[in-house]
C-alpha cells in the first residue's frame, strides 16, 4: 500500500527525502510539494514529525537493512535520527560526528544506514557545515564520510531531482532566520548611494587588542550584509598599528568568532602590509609642507589643541622636520618626544581637524613586524589610505567617528588618492554595560571577571557563554538594521530573541532547594519509568524518571498544599495529600496516588525527586549574574568605575535531578519553574585523586521577561488560586519553625524581629535586588504577625516583652482597650484585605486576612458594646493614658527620616534623575512611612510628630471649647497644605502610588476635621475661622441667629471696597488652589509651555511617551482651521477622501528614496493577537505610497486630469527625539492634499496658491506673521522637485518652527508608480506632474509660544471657540432675591443677544466659584474678552469689558454691545499680529560675515546671509555653528540650519558679494534665512 509524503519548498526535510527514494522499492512513496509537512500511511494514520517520519521509513526499508541488523545497531540508528534533529551546527556537534568516524566508514555497521541518510541530509542544509568544508582543515573524517554519502548513486539522483528553488533555500546565506521560527526581525537596510552590483568592496578593520564584542559582531555582519547584496568583495583587515596593543592571539580569537558568526571574507589583509607606503605618504606630506613634526609635551599639545592655540613648531623648515623625523625612526629620547601632525586648521571648530596626529614613535616589537620600524601611524591616517589603495568603495563606520569624516577626507585630498564614500549608521549601544575595548580591558586586569569570555561580558563568547546562540545573536543584530538612530538597546529584546530558539529544543530536567520536605506517597513501589525530555518536541528524547513511596519537594511548595486536595507532580500525576503535619523541627506530608484523575486545572504543580539508591540526585550550582554596570545609561562624562556592580555572580546550590549526569558541556536545558541554563561545567564523578565528586555548574540565561535575579528564589507551585508564598533557601527553615511553632517564646520572636529589620536595611543600602528586599520584608511581616499572635501586641522598637509567666498570669482585660488603637487596628487590616484582593492575591492569605479583620471587629463589639464603624471610634470615650515617652521619641525620629527622604525624592525629580534613582528613593520613603503607620498606628503627615500632649476628655456635641479651635486651626492648616501636595504631585506627574498615598492622608484630615467641628471642610473655612472671636463660640444651629451674626458685619462703602474685599477672598483660594501659573516665559520656557497646555484644559498627557490627548479647548482650534481650509481648498475643486493608515512593506521599499528620512521614525504592526503577521505592516508617516497606486489605476487619460484629493487624517512618525506637545509628537492630525497635473505649469502654480492658503491660516486665523519661502536642496522633501514653506518664529526660545509645506513633485512619483497618460498632440505616453502639501496641528503649539503670556494662554479672537465669557459679580449680603434673579437675566439677555450676532459667547454662572476665582480661570484658558457685569452695572445698563491681550477695562454700554465688542475682538486680532510682527522684525537681522553669525544666534535672531545653495556648505555652516554647552534638543546650542529661500529678498546681491561660509569657493545665488529651528 503506497504512502503519501508532502514536502514543503520552503522547509524540505532532505534526511526524509534520501530515505523516501531509498525506500521505494519496498515502499512506494507518492511525493507532493505543499505548504506543510506530513507522511499519510492511511487515512487513520498521519506522521508530522520529521524524525517520526525516518524512523518508519528505516524500520519498512525490509532488505536494505536502513535500520541496521542487531538491536544495537538499531538503538544507534534511533540515536543519530534524534540527534540529528537537535543539532545546532556549532563545534561540538561537528567533534561529536568526528570522534564517531574516526575508525569507522559509516555511522552504523558497516553500510549505509537511515542514521547516514538523515545526518548527511542535515548537514547538506547546514551553512555551517558549508563554511567548515570550505575554510577548515579540520574534520577530515567528516569530509571523507560526506563525500562517500554524496558519491552514491541514489543520493546523486534525488538530490538532482530536487526543484532548483529547493536547492536555494536550503543552501541559502547565513544570515536569514530559519523559516521553523516563523518571520525573520530584520531591521531597515538603506541602499548604499552609488553602488554597483559586483562592483561594491567593504571591509571589517577591529583592532587585534581584545576579543570581539557585539557591537564589532554588528559592524562586521553589517559589511557581510552589503556583500553579499551586491556581490561584492568583504575584506578582513586588522588595525595593527599600535605594536602595545596588537596581539597574536587575538587575531586568532577574532578569526574564530567571525567564522562562528559565519562570516565570510574574501580576502584577509593587516594595515602593516602597507607600512613602507604610509611612511611614504608621510614625508611626502613632509616636503609638501603639509605635515610637521612637534615634539611638544603631550599635556601642553592637548591644552593647545583645546585653546585653538598653534604649535611652536608648525612653521618649522622642511630641513628641520626631516631631522626630527629622522630621530624618530630611529627611536632616540629626542624621537619618542615627537609626533608628526597633519597642518589643517588650528581654528576649526571641529577638534579633529585641529592638527591630528599622523606619526608617533613607539621603539617597541611589532607582533608581525617585529623591530623593524621604530615610527608607527595612527589610526586616522593610516585607515583612509590603506582604504583608497584596497579598492574599498564604501567604508562604513559608525556615528561616533562622524567629526573625524573631514579629517579622512583631508588625508585623501591631501595626497590626492582615490575617495571611498563613508557611509554611517548608528553604533550598538547596550544599557548597563560598556562597549569601550579599552573599559572591558580594566575589568579583565583587575580581575572585575574572570576573563574575556566571562558570562557578564558584552563579548561574543561571553554572551554565547551566557546561553546566547549563535543564531539568536544574528537575529538580534539584522534586526537593528543599517538605522542610523542611536537608541540604548535593553538587553531584554535580544535575551527574548534567544528564548525563541532554545525553547523548542532545550530538554526539560528538575532541581530542588536544599531544604526540602519529604513526602511519603502511600502504596507506591520503587520503579523506574520514561519521561518526554520536552513536552511539545518528541524528537529531543526522552529521560529515565524514578518513583518511590519517599518523595522530596521544595519546602516552600508545602505552603501550597491542602489535605484532601490534588496536586500534579511533574511527569507522574496527580497525588491526593492526605495531611501535612509540622512539628518544630520538620515538615512531613502523607499522601496517596490519585493517577486516574486526569484534571490538572486547579491544582499546584510540583518539581520533585525520589528517594531511592538507585538513581542519587545530581549536585547542581547554580549560577545567576547581574549586570557588571548598575546604572542603565552612563552619560558621556560620567566614570564607569563609579558604577561597578561588585556582587553580579550568585551561587545556588541545589539537587539536580538524577538526569542531569548525562548534561555535556554547553547544553543548553531549561530547569522546570526555574527558566533556561546553560552547562558550563559537567557532574564529574568521585575523582580518585580529590576523593570528590563535582557537581554540574548551570548558567542562568535570561529570557527577556524578568531579571536573572528572581529565578534565585523558589517559584513557589501555583494554581489557579493565584501565587503562593515563597521564600529562598535558607529563610524557609527559620519561616517553618516560627510558622509550626504554637507556643513561641517572645523575647525569642523578638530578637529575631530585630534580626531581619537589619537584613532589611542593609538590603537597601546596598541597593539589593528588590525581590531580595521584597522577600526580606515579607519575612519580617510574618515574624511580626507571629509576635502579634504570641504577645496580643503590635510589635515596636524599644517594647518591653513579657517573658512566658508574665503572659500567663495576665488577664486580658478589655475595658483597657484603647479605642483609637483598635480602630487604627480595624482599618489596616481592611486595607490589607482591599489590597491583597485587589493584587489577586492567594486564597489562603486573602481568608487569613478577613479572618483577623472579623476577630478585631468581634473584640470591638465585645468591648464597646456596638458594631465598628468607620467613625464610630470618634464618637466613643477616649484612653486617657499618656503616650509612652519612648514612642514618641521614635516616632519623632521616624518622622524626621520621612521629611529628609522625601526631600531627596523632590531634589531628584528636580533635576530630572534616571527613572531608576527616582524609584528607589520613592520606595524608600514608602518603606519608612509604612514603618510609621506601624509604630504609631495612624498614616504619617508633615504636621504628624508634636509634643506628647495627655488627650483630652470627650467633647459634647453642643459646644467646642477654644483649645478645639485651635485644634480646628491646626487641622486646616494641615489640609491646605496636604491638599497643597496633592495638586504638585499630579502636576509633577508622580508616581501613582506616592499620589494615592497623598490623597489618603488628606481624606483621613478632612475626616478628623469633620469629626471635631461637625461640618465638611471648605477652602474658606481658615477665612471665616479668623473672623470669630478667641472665647468659646456656641455653635449655632438656629438659622435666624446667623442671618442676625451676619447682618452685623460692616457693609462695604462702594464697589472698589467690594472687589479688594473679594480680590483678597480669592487670593487666598487661588494661592490654594494653584490656579495659575507657576513658571515665567522668560525663565523656564518648557516648563511654562508645559503648564499653560495643561492648566488651560488644551492637553491631557497619555502612557504611550509621544502622544497626548487633544481635549476640546485645542480641538476647537484645529476645527476653526479645518472649517477655513477646507472651504478655500473646495473652491479650487478639492475633493475629500479617506485612505487606509497602513502601508505595506513592499509599498515603502518602492519609493526608498523619498521613505529613507522617515525610516527610523516608521512605526510597525508584527503581531495580531498573539500570532506573528507573516508581513510587518507600516503605520503610515505619509500617504503617498498609499495613494499613489490607486492614482495610478484612476489615472488613464488625460480627460482623468487634473485629480485633486485631500485627506484630513492622523499619522504616526515614531521620533527619538525629546517629543513635545503640538510641536514634536508621534502621532499628530493634519490634512495632506495630493494632486496631479498633465503639465508642470499648471503643478507650479497650484503650489504657490496652496502656500498662499496657509499663510492666510497663520495671518487671519492665528495672528502670527510668516516668511514665505523655498526650501534648500538639503532641506527640500525628499522625492520632491522643490518644496515651499511658511516659517514663523518663537521669540521666547529665538527659534523658527516650519509651519506648512507645499511640494512640487515633478514626475518623481509618477515615474515610481508608473502613473501615465497619452498626450493629446503627439499621442505618446507621458508621466503626470504632481504635488503634496500639509499642515499639522502643530500650528496650535507655534500659537501658544507665540502670543501666550506669564498668566496662561491668549487666543486670536478669530480660532477662539469661546470669544466673550460672560460673568455676574458683585452679590453679596446686601443684594436682594430680585436684584440677583435680574442680573442673571441680563446676563443671558447678553449671551443670547451677542450668540446671535454671530459672537461666540458663553455665560459662566456657576454659584461653587467666585468671581475673583472665575477672572483667573478664563485668563488662563485665554478667552480674548471678558464681561463683568454686577447689579449696579444692571440698573446703568452698561458693563465692563476686559481685554485678555492687555488687561485693559472698558466700560461700556448696552445698547451698542454688539458692534462695541465685534470692533473690540477685530482690535484684538490685529493687536496679537502686530505685536508678532514686531517681534519678527526686531529678530530678524542681515549677516553677511560669519564671524558675526553665531553672536547675532546667540542673541536668539534669525538671519538672513548670502548663500550658495551647496549642500556641503550647508552641513559645514550647521557644524560650525553648534556649541558643545547645550542641554537639551534644540537649546541655543544647536546648530543653525536654513529655514528656507525668502521671496521677498531683502536686498540684491551686490557682484563681489561672498557665501556666508568663509572659504567656500562658490558665489552666492540669493539671501538664504538661517536660524535654530525646532
Known amino acids: 500500500m503506497a504512502v503519501t509524503l508532502s514536502v514543503s519548498k520552503n522547509n524540505v526535510s532532505i534526511g526524509v527525502f534520501l530515505l523516501s527514494e531509498y525506500v521505494k522499492p519496498t515502499l512506494p512513496v507518492n511525493l507532493t510539494w505543499g505548504k506543510d509537512f506530513s507522511l499519510k500511511i492511511n487515512n487513520d494514520l498521519i506522521l508530522n514529525s520529521p524524525s517520526s517520519c525516518c524512523r518508519y521509513f528505516a524500520r519498512t526499508s525490509g532488505s536494505l537493512n536502513l535500520y541496521g541488523i542487531t538491536l544495537l545497531e538499531r538503538t544507534e540508528v534511533d540515536h543519530w535520527i534524534s540527534f540529528a534533529s537537535c543539532m545546532q551546527g556549532n563545534d561540538k556537534d561537528f567533534e561529536t560526528i568526528e570522534k564517531a568516524l574516526h575508525m569507522a566508514t559509516y555511522l552504523v555497521g558497516e553500510k549505509i544506514s537511515a542514521a547516514d541518510l538523515v545526518l548527511w541530509g542535515c548537514l547538506f542544509g547546514s551553512d555551517q557545515w558549508q563554511s567548515k568544508k570550505q575554510n577548515s582543515d579540520n574534520y577530515v573524517n567528516i569530509k571523507r564520510w560526506f563525500k562517500l554519502v554524496e558519491s552514491q548513486p541514489l543520493v546523486m539522483k534525488a538530490i538532482k531531482s530536487l526543484p532548483d528553488d529547493v536547492k536555494v533555500n536550503n543552501r541559502a546565506s547565513p544570515s536569514h532566520v530559519a523559516t521553523t521560527l516563523g518571520r525573520k526581525e530584520e531591521g531597515k537596510f538603506v541602499d548604499l548611494p552609488g553602488a554597483e552590483e559586483g562592483k561594491v568592496v567593504v571591509r571589517f578593520p577591529p583592532e587585534a587588542s581584545g576579543y570581539l564584542h557585539i557591537g564589532h559582531a554588528k559592524a562586521a555582519l553589517l559589511n557581510q550584509y552589503y556583500q553579499q547584496l551586491f556581490k561584492g568583495t568583504l575584506i578582513m583587515r586588522f588595525d595593527d598599528t599600535n605594536p602595545a596593543k596588537e596581539n597574536a592571539e587575538f587575531e586568532k ?211 554565547l557563554r551566557h546561553g546566547m546562540t549563535v543564531e539568536g545573536l544574528k537575529q538580534f543584530i539584522i534586526a537593528q538594521g543599517s538605522s542610523r538612530s542611536v537608541v540604548q538597546m535593553e538587553w531584554d529584546k535580544i535575551w527574548s530573541l534567544n528564548k525563541k530558539i532554545i525553547d523548542p529544543i532545550a530538554p526539560r530536567y528538575t532541581a530542588l532547594e536544599r531544604n526540602t520536605a519529604k513526602v511519603h506517597v502511600r502504596g507506591v513501589k520503587e520503579t523506574c519509568t520514561t519521561a518526554a525530555l520536552h513536552p511539545k518536541n518528541p524528537d ?78 545530581t549536585p547542581c550550582v547554580c549560577v545567576f549574574f547581574d549586570h557588571i554596570i548598575s546604572k542603565p545609561v552612563l552619560a558621556k562624562d560620567e566614570d564607569f568605575k563609579q558604577y561597578i556592580n561588585t556582587n553580579t555572580r550568585t551561587e545556588v546550590v541545589m539537587l539536580g535531578d538524577p538526569e542531569l549526569v548525562k548534561v555535556r558541556k554547553g547544553d543548553i536545558i531549561q530547569l522546570q519553574r526555574r527558566g533556561f541554563f546553560i552547562c558550563d561545567s559537567p557532574y564529574e564523578p568521585i575523582s580518585a585523586h580529590s576523593c570528590r565528586e563535582a557537581p554540574i555548574v548551570l548558567f542562568s540565561i535570561p529570557d527577556g521577561s524578568k531579571p536573572a535575579e528572581a529565578a534565585k528564589s523558589t517559584v513557589a507551585a501555583t494554581s489557579k488560586k493565584g501565587p503562593v508564598k515563597s521564600e529562598a533557601s535558607p529563610k524557609t527553615k527559620t519561616v517553618e519553625k516560627v510558622a509550626v511553632s504554637k507556643e513561641i517564646d517572645a523575647s525569642f520572636l523578638n530578637e529575631q524581629i530585630g534580626k531581619q529589620g537589619e537584613k532589611v536595611r542593609e538590603l537597601k543600602a546596598s541597593k539589593a535586588d528588590k525581590s531580595q528586599i521584597d522577600s526580606a520584608v515579607k519575612e519580617l511581616l510574618s515574624l511580626k504577625s507571629d509576635f502579634k499572635l504570641a504577645t496580643g501586641m503590635d510589635w515596636k522598637a524599644g517594647l518591653t516583652v513579657p517573658n512566658s509567666s508574665e503572659k500567663n498570669d495576665e488577664k486580658p482585660k478589655t475595658e483597657q482597650l484603647d479605642v483609637n488603637k483598635l480602630d487604627g487596628d480595624i482599618k489596616t487590616c481592611g486595607d490589607k484585605v482591599r489590597d491583597l484582593k485587589t493584587k489577586k492575591a492567594d486564597k489562603v492569605q486573602i481568608d487569613a486576612a478577613v479572618k483577623e479583620l472579623l476577630s478585631l471587629k468581634a473584640a470591638f463589639k465585645k468591648s464597646f458594646g456596638i458594631e465598628w464603624g468607620p467613625n464610630v471610634a470618634s464618637s466613643l470615650p477616649q484612653a486617657s493614658d499618656a503616650k509612652p515617652e519612648s514612642s514618641v521619641t521614635n516616632e519623632e525620629s521616624l518622622s524626621s527620616q520621612i521629611k529628609e527622604c522625601g526631600d531627596k525624592v523632590r531634589d531628584l525629580k528636580a533635576k530630572k534623575a534616571g527613572k531608576s534613582e527616582i524609584d528607589s528613593a520613592v520606595k524608600a520613603l514608602l518603606d519608612l512611612k509604612a514603618t510609621y503607620k506601624a509604630a504609631t498606628g495612624k498614616e504619617w503627615t508633615p504636621q504628624a510628630v508634636t509634643k506628647p500632649v495627655n488627650e483630652s476628655p470627650p467633647i459634647a456635641p453642643a459646644t467646642v471649647s477654644a483649645s478645639t479651635g485651635k485644634n480646628e486651626d491646626i487641622l486646616c492648616a494641615q489640609i491646605t497644605e496636604c491638599g497643597n501636595k496633592v495638586r504638585d504631585l499630579k502636576t509633577k506627574k508622580a508616581e501613582k502610588s506616592e499620589i494615592d498615598a497623598a490623597v489618603k492622608d488628606l481624606l483621613s484630615l478632612k475626616a478628623a476635621y469633620k469629626t471635631a467641628t461637625g461640618l465638611d471642610w471648605t477652602p474658606t473655612a481658615t477665612a471665616t475661622k479668623e473672623n470669630k472671636p478667641a472665647a468659646t463660640t456656641a455653635i449655632k444651629k438656629d438659622s435666624t441667629d446667623k442671618k442676625t451674626e451676619k447682618k452685623k458685619e460692616a457693609k462695604p462703602k462702594d464697589k472698589k471696597v467690594e472687589e479688594k474685599k473679594v480680590e483678597e477672598t480669592t487670593s487666598g483660594l487661588k494661592k490654594q488652589t494653584r490656579l495659575g501659573l507657576e513658571f515665567k516665559k522668560d525663565e523656564n520656557l518648557s516648563d511654562w509651555y508645559s503648564q499653560v497646555i495643561t492648566k ?479
Request: with cysteine; aromatic share 10%; net charge negative.
Open 253 to 463: 580569537v577574532i578569526l574564530e568568532d567571525l567564522e562562528m558568526l559565519q562570516i565570510k571574507y574574501d580576502k584577509l589583509t593587516h594595515t602593516s602590509d602597507h607600512f613602507d607606503l604610509i611612511e611614504r605618504y608621510c614625508e611626502q606630506m613632509l616636503k609638501e609642507g603639509k605635515a610637521y613634526v612637534d615634539d611638544t609635551d603631550p599635556e601642553i599639545m592637548k591644552q593647545e589643541r583645546e585653546q585653538k592655540t598653534e604649535s611652536k613648531n608648525r612653521g618649522n623648515s622642511v630641513e628641520k622636520n626631516f631631522t626630527l623625523w629622522k630621530e624618530m625612526k630611529n627611536g632616540t629620547d629626542l624621537g619618542q618626544k615627537c609626533c608628526v601632525r597633519a597642518k589643517i586648521d588650528m581654528q576649526s571648530v571641529n577638534g579633529c581637524m585641529r592638527d591630528p596626529t599622523m606619526y608617533r614613535c613607539k621603539p617597541e616589537p611589532h607582533v608581525r613586524t617585529g623591530y623593524k620600524y621604530k615610527v608607527y601611524p595612527t589610526y586616522d591616517f593610516a585607515c583612509p589610505i590603506v582604504d583608497s589603495i584596497e579598492g574599498v568603495t564604501h567604508a562604513l563606520r559608525t556615528t561616533e567617528y562622524h567629526d573625524r569624516d573631514d579629517q579622512y577626507y583631508w588625508f585623501i585630498d591631501a595626497l590626492k588618492l582615490r575617495k571611498p564614500y563613508i557611509w554611517e549608521y548608528a553604533r550598538l549601544s547596550m544599557i548597563n554595560t560598556v562597549l569601550s575595548k579599552r573599559k572591558l580591558t580594566w575589568f579583565v586586569q583587575n580581575g572585575h571577571v574572570d576573563g574575556w569570555d566571562d558570562p557578564r561580558f558584552p563579548t561574543v563568547r561571553g554572551v
Open 540 to 617: 529531543v528524547g526522552s529521560k529515565d524518571v524514578w518513583v518511590s513511596d519517599q518523595i522530596l519537594i521544595d519546602l516552600a511548595d508545602v505552603e501550597s498544599l491542602r489535605a484532601g486536595e490534588n496536586a500534579t507532580f511533574i511527569n507522574w500525576g496527580n497525588i491526593r495529600i492526605t495531611s501535612v503535619n509540622r512539628n518544630k523541627d520538620e515538615v512531613s506530608i502523607e499522601a496517596e496516588p490519585n493517577l486516574e484523575d486526569k484534571d490538572y486545572k486547579k491544582t499546584p504543580k510540583l518539581t520533585w525527586i525520589a528517594v531511592t539508591e538507585k538513581a542519587k540526585p
Open 1096 to 1574: 488651560a484644559e488644551m492637553i491631557e498627557y497619555y502612557d504611550v511617551s509621544g502622544c497626548y490627548i487633544l481635549r476640546p479647548w485645542a480641538y476647537a482650534i484645529w476645527e476653526s482651521i479645518k472649517d477655513f481650509f477646507d472651504a478655500e481648498i473646495k473652491k479650487l475643486g478639492v475633493q475629500n477622501c479617506y485612505f487606509p493608515m497602513f502601508v505595506s512593506h513592499q509599498a515603502l521599499e518602492k519609493e526608498k528614496t523619498h521613505i529613507a528620512d522617515f525610516a527610523p521614525e516608521v512605526a510597525w504592526v508584527t503581531k495580531s493577537g498573539n500570532s506573528d503577521l507573516a508581513e510587518p505592516i507600516a503605520i503610515r508617516p505619509t500617504s503617498e505610497t498609499v495613494m499613489y497606486p490607486a492614482y495610478a489605476k484612476w489615472i488613464q487619460s488625460h480627460r482623468d486630469l487634473p485629480l485633486k484629493l485631500n485627506q484630513w487624517n492622523n499619522v504616526v512618525r515614531w521620533e527619538f527625539k525629546h517629543p513635545q506637545p503640538f510641536l514634536r509628537t508621534r502621532e499628530f492630525l493634519w490634512q495632506e492634499g495630493h494632486t496631479a497635473f498633465a503639465t508642470a505649469k499648471e503643478a507650479e502654480e497650484e503650489v504657490y496658491q496652496i502656500l498662499e492658503l496657509y499663510s492666510q491660516v497663520y495671518t487671519h486665523l492665528m495672528a502670527i506673521p510668516v516668511i514665505k519661502g523655498r526650501k534648500t536642496e538639503k532641506e527640500k522633501f525628499a522625492g520632491g522637485d522643490f518644496t515651499t514653506t511658511v516659517e514663523a518664529f518663537i521669540s521666547a526660545s529665538g527659534r523658527a518652527i516650519q509651519g506648512a509645506t507645499s511640494h512640487h513633485l515633478g514626475q518623481n512619483f509618477s515615474k515610481m508608480f508608473e502613473i501615465v497618460v497619452e498626450d493629446p498632440e503627439t499621442k505618446e505616453k507621458k508621466h503626470i506632474y504632481q504635488n503634496s502639501w500639509g499642515i499639522t496641528t502643530r500650528t496650535i503649539g507655534v500659537m501658544v509660544m507665540v502670543h501666550s503670556d506669564d498668566k496662561g494662554l491668549v487666543l486670536p479672537p478669530n480660532v477662539a471657540s469661546v470669544q466673550v465669557v460672560i460673568v455676574p459679580c458683585g452679590i453679596n449680603v446686601n443684594v436682594t432675591e430680585d436684584e440677583k434673579s435680574n442680573l442673571m437675566a441680563a446676563c443671558m439677555e447678553y449671551e443670547k443677544v451677542l450668540s446671535a450676532a454671530g459672537i461666540r459667547v458663553k455665560g459662566d454662572y456657576r454659584d461653587n466659584y467666585s468671581p475673583g476665582w472665575k477672572f483667573n480661570h478664563w485668563e488662563l484658558k485665554g478667552v480674548p474678552l471678558r464681561l463683568e457685569i454686577g447689579p449696579r452695572d444692571v440698573k446703568q445698563g452698561e458693563y465692563v469689558a476686559v481685554r485678555r491681550d492687555t488687561s485693559q477695562k472698558l466700560i461700556q454700554s448696552k445698547a451698542s454691545a454688539c458692534e462695541d465688542i465685534k470692533q473690540l475682538l477685530e482690535a484684538i486680532q490685529k493687536a496679537l499680529l502686530d505685536k508678532a510682527t514686531q517681534e519678527l522684525e526686531n529678530h530678524t537681522v542681515i549677516v553677511e560675515n560669519f564671524r558675526d553669525f553665531i553672536p547675532e544666534l546667540d542673541k536668539k535672531n534669525i538671519i538672513l546671509s548670502p548663500f550658495c545653495g551647496e549642500i556641503s556648505c550647508e552641513e559645514k555652516i550647521k557644524k560650525e555653528s553648534t556649541r558643545d554647552d547645550g542641554a537639551e534638543p534644540g537649546a541655543p546650542a544647536m546648530g543653525a540650519k536654513s529655514l528656507c529661500i525668502p521671496f521677498q529678498q531683502p536686498a540684491e546681491l551686490n557682484s563681489n558679494a561672498t557665501c556666508i561660509y568663509p572659504g567656500c569657493p562658490n558665489k552666492p545665488k540669493y539671501y538664504c534665512l538661517f536660524g535654530r529651528s525646532y
